[in-house]
């Protein structure tokens, strides 16, 4: 299992997130559920974008709004980096 590592530039984020969209609180919260458990889940549609995120990673909550994530694999840690639609995260 993956520890999720909240840094204090990704904390608002979220908040902010479910303020313009209450309706995907439930589906943003069962994402990090799935992250932890297994960060290769095929709902996630784990990823690597190009261009200047390419150190990162991607995961779905939707069809239409992403996580960009960083792994530190040897600590099994996650740290979210940006939230929000797939043209805003990359």
Do not use: C
């Not at 609180?25 to 190009?50: F, G, I, M, W």
Request: glycine residues 4%; proline residues 7%; without cysteine.
């Amino acid at each position: 299992m993956y520890k999720i590592v909240f840094t204090e530039s990704y904390v608002k984020r979220p908040g902010k997130f479910a303020k313009r969209h209450p309706e995907l609180l439930k589906q943003y919260e069962k994402t990090l559920r799935l992250l932890a458990l297994n960060p290769a889940h095929p709902s996630l549609r784990l990823h690597k974008p190009e261009g200047n995120l390419s150190a990162y990673y991607s995961v779905s909550i939707n069809l239409t709004y992403r996580i960009t994530i960083d792994f530190i694999i040897q600590d099994k840690e996650i740290i979210p980096i940006h939230i929000g639609k797939h043209e805003e995260v990359y």
